[in-house]
Structure formats: structure tokens, C-alpha cells
């Protein structure tokens, strides 16, 4: 087959739009789409200058979305006065996998000379998840006690560096199960939460000031092309899977959906439209019904919602001590 735009070999055939794209014309398609979502979730605002610069701080993981994400968004924005890019890199104690993830994030940055943060949940919190899926003193997944973590490191360090975004990697097949999750759960309050963190209007993410909004523009961006991106432009990406990934439910959704999309193209993209137009009544439903309250830790002094104990972080550091 031939690029549609240029007549090359085509690399990919795109059955949701018909389009078959060549490498180039594939990662202007998808560098495009990204930039769309910068404009439409507004995520420079207008009283960003060269005096008064944006801190966008990138989670950087060193798997091939967060690569591909922060390549872009370098690509886009390193000429622009008004925005400074942070990687932070997050490593969970994994023997074998993180190891290796680190090192593309240290690669990556230093080509693009972007500042890089590394943190660690042996630093911060005294435990490695290996020791801990040993542990495993409240029966869980790992992926439950890792989860809870990574957000306690990302938002408190995202804090400190003066983040005014947190960007993650999150691609279209993420946002879609996700989305698929909550409604099979029945989790209209996670459906809220969901609008209110990442895809509503950035201004109302912003009111939200416990926390720094978070911003997902690869999030129309289908998970295969960003491999392909990665792949194309020779990005220092890290494939292997987790020795302890057990989000059984998701991997499930996940085949789902492969297999829908695969008879019924463009099922994502249209879970996704739906599901924003569902979630913003979601959300204002529950904006009335009173916010949950949110009060600081007494223990480590981070936001959080369960309201007059320690937060979920706390309670599980104890029970691993
Ligand atoms: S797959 Fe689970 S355990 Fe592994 S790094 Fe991700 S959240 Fe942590
Ligand atoms: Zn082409
Ligand atoms: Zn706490």
C-alpha cells in the first residue's frame, strides 16, 4: 500500500480513518493530534511569558508513551520562552526492569537537554515493590500499593519542582479502558474524578488548587502509533513489561477492546466522545452533592481524602514496616 500524502510504502493502514500514512507522514499525523490538544485543553495560558515561563513537569517512565511524549513536546516547545520541561523519573525498587527504564529516561534527557529529576520509593519511603509483592501484608496487587506511591511522589514532587501541569503519557487505548472500567464498575464518582483530574477544561482542573492539574495530550493518539513513533524516530524507549504488572481486570478490557475495535473500527475514539460528554455531567452531579472533603495527612501532611486519619500512603507504609 501507498502513503495517502506522498505515494512512499505505507507503514500503517489506520481502519478507524482509512488513511494509510508513511513514516513521515505518520509521525507529522500524530505530532499534529498532540499539538491539537495542547490548543483545545488550553494548556498555555495566556499570562505565560518569557518573564513569567510555564514549569511543565513530565512523568517520565522511560516506556515508549512518556519517550514519545516527551520528544514531542520538546520538538514543539524548546524554542518557546514561555515553557520549561522537567522529566521526573519515578524508580519503584523493580530488579531488572526499572534499571533499564532509568537509564532511557538519563539518555533522553540529556540528548534534549531537558532537566532531569530521579526519585526513588527507596529514598522517599524506605521499600523496594520487589520487597514488597514479598511483604504483601494487606493481600493486595502490586500494582495497588505501587499506584498509590507513584501518585504520592509524582503530585508532592511536581509540587516542588513548581509544576503548573503534570503531563503523563496516557495514549487513547489507556483513556478508552479506563473509561470502559468505570462504567463496567458502576463508579460514577470515579467518573467524576476522572473529568475533574484530566479531561475537563483546564481552567476548572485548575480550581482544583490541592493539587497540580494534570494535562494528557497524547491521550487521542492510538497506543500502537505511539510504538510506531518510538520505533520510527529511534527513541531510547523501554519495552519489557513489569515483572509485577497484575491489573488482571485491565489486561482483560484491554483484549476487549482489541478485538471490538479490530471488527468495529474507531470503537475508541467513540467510547472516548461519549464518555467525555457523560463524564462532565458526572461531574457537576457530583460538584453539587458537595465536594469530598480533603484534609492534610497528620502523619506526612499530604492532600488527602480520607478525612480525619492518616492517608492511604501512610496506612500502607505502616503495615509494610
Ligand atoms: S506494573 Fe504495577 S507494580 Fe509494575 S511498575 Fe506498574 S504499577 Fe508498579
Ligand atoms: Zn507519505
Ligand atoms: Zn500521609
Known amino acids: 500500500m501507498d502513503c ?3 505515494g ?3 507503514v500503517m493502514h489506520a481502519a478507524y480513518s482509512g488513511a494509510h500514512l508513511c513514516g513521515d507522514h505518520l509521525s507529522a499525523s500524530i505530532e499534529k493530534r498532540v499539538r491539537r490538544r495542547v490548543r483545545r485543553d488550553e494548556l498555555i495560558p495566556r499570562e505565560a511569558s518569557p518573564e513569567n515561563p510555564q514549569t ?3 512523568g517520565l517512565s522511560g516506556g515508549k508513551d512518556s519517550v514519545v511524549l516527551t520528544q514531542i513536546l520538546h520538538d514543539t516547545f524548546a524554542d518557546d520562552p514561555r515553557i520549561e520541561l522537567v522529566g521526573l523519573t519515578i524508580h519503584e525498587g523493580i ?3 526499572r534499571d533499564k527504564s532509568v537509564d532511557a529516561c538519563v539518555e ?4 534534549l537537554d531537558i532537566r532531569h ?5 527507596e529514598d522517599e519511603f524506605g521499600v523496594r515493590m520487589d520487597d514488597v509483592v514479598e511483604d504483601d501484608p494487606e493481600n493486595m496487587a502490586a500494582c495497588a500499593y505501587c499506584g498509590v506511591f507513584r501518585r504520592d511522589l509524582l503530585s508532592r514532587y511536581a509540587e516542588e519542582l513548581g509544576a503548573d501541569l503534570l503531563f503523563t503519557g496516557h495514549n487513547l487505548d489507556d483513556e478508552a479502558q479506563t473509561a470502559l472500567m468505570n462504567f463496567l464498575e458502576g463508579d460514577v464518582g470515579q467518573i467524576a474524578k476522572h473529568f475533574d483530574a484530566s479531561l475537563g477544561p483546564l481552567p476548572d482542573r485548575e480550581d482544583q488548587d490541592d493539587f497540580v492539574a494534570r494535562a494528557k495530550p497524547l491521550r487521542d493518539v492510538p497506543e500502537k502509533e505511539v510504538a510506531l513513533y518510538a520505533h520510527l524516530n529511534d527513541l531510547p524507549a523501554h519495552i519489557t513489561e513489569c515483572p509485577h504488572a497484575s491489573e488482571a481486570y485491565r ?3 484491554q483484549g476487549l477492546l482489541y478485538d471490538l475495535e479490530e471488527r468495529h473500527p474507531g470503537t475508541r475514539h467513540s467510547i472516548m466522545a461519549g464518555y467525555e460528554e457523560l463524564a462532565d455531567v458526572a461531574a457537576t452531579e457530583y460538584g453539587e452533592d458537595g465536594d469530598v472533603e480533603l484534609t492534610d495527612c497528620p502523619q506526612c501532611g499530604s492532600t488527602t481524602s480520607v478525612t480525619g486519619d492518616r492517608c492511604r500512603k501512610c496506612t500502607l507504609l505502616d503495615a509494610l514496616a
Do not use: F, P, Q
Not at 533522553?108 to 540528548?111: E, G, I, Q, V
Not at 529529576?117 to 520509593?121: D, I
Open 108 to 111: 533522553l534527557t540529556a540528548d
Open 8 to 10: 512512499a510504502d505505507a
Open 251 to 253: 489486561g482483560e478490557i
Open 117 to 121: 529529576e530521579l526519585v526513588s520509593y
Open 4 to 6: 495517502d500524502r506522498c
Open 95 to 97: 530488579e531488572g526492569y
Open 56 to 58: 511543565w513537569v513530565i
